[in-house]
């Protein structure tokens, strides 16, 4: 597949070469599709209404028609930052338009539920960069933290699975498959898994409630060469759970001493 969005779309997906083919079509007529219908996209594609049917399924969407609506917005957004002012397209207001106060509390609360157990911090490429700020961020305030990239043998994390009370990640698409994998384990073991990871639907937001969305204006820059706030924005949101983890603490030695 050359085409860049259609190779994203496709990433993890085992997608056969006729269902790849059936999205490249997709992709480049997504103006189109929805009149069209998916007997007509069947005919012009020689496939049948089942194959596209399949294709959605695995995509993970419902059907046609919704993989149709939330595909558009990726495909529309064809790895172009939207023209503007500095302070427009680099605003930190899309981070509390996309989660609520009650998000960021959630998160802090489940740091401060791991009690004596470990944070497991995991990340890879330039999310490992961010995430060992977040390591060091938690080790001063008097966490217990392992920090583990893919460069890391899996056993670093599978054989301290009984001591892990957190697991923390970082992912720019949300299809890392050393992550989704690690995330899965980790929701087999009951470890509450919190993610940073685009505003978008993808495999890593499916697995719980403690994810924290990000803006990404760059969907589709795997080497991240384009001007983005992605990054900087998770730092900030970082930021932004430990201000309600220390909130949340300073509550809590009020109502202790209150007694």
């Known amino acids: 597949m050359g085409n860049t969005i259609v190779q994203k779309l496709a990433e993890n997906k085992k997608l056969s070469s006729l269902e790849e083919d059936v999205l490249a079509y997709i992709v480049r007529h997504h103006d189109a599709i929805l009149t069209m219908g998916i007997r007509e996209v069947a005919a012009n594609t020689l496939t049948s209404t089942s194959t596209i049917m ?63 157990r470990f944070v497991f911090v995991y990340a890879n490429g330039f999310s490992g960069i961010i995430a060992e700020y977040l390591h060091k961020k938690l ?80 969907k589709y820059d795997d080497y991240n060469s384009g001007a983005n706030s992605f990054f900087s924005h998770v730092l900030l949101a970082m930021e932004v759970v430990v201000w309600e983890y220390n909130q949340l603490i300073s509550q809590q030695l009020k109502e202790e001493t209150s007694y």
């Open 54 to 116: 399949r294709l959605a399924k695995k995509l993970g969407f419902n059907g046609f028609v919704d993989m149709n609506y939330k595909l558009m917005p990726l495909i529309q957004d064809k790895n172009q930052i939207q023209e503007g002012t500095y302070a427009d397209i680099f605003s930190y207001d899309s981070l509390f338009e996309l989660n609520s106060k009650a998000v960021f509390e959630a998160v802090a609360q489940a740091l401060i539920d791991v009690d004596k």
């Open 139 to 218: 080790l001063v305030l008097g966490k217990r933290v392992m920090f583990s990239t893919g460069n890391d043998s899996v056993g670093v994390f599978e054989n301290n699975l009984d001591d892990i009370g957190v697991f923390i990640t970082i992912s720019k698409s949300g299809e890392t498959l050393k992550v989704i994998e690690k995330v899965r384990t980790a929701t087999e073991n009951d470890i509450p898994v919190i993610a940073f990871t685009n505003e978008i639907e993808n495999t890593l937001r499916a697995f719980g409630k403690l994810t924290i969305k990000i803006k990404d204006l760059n």
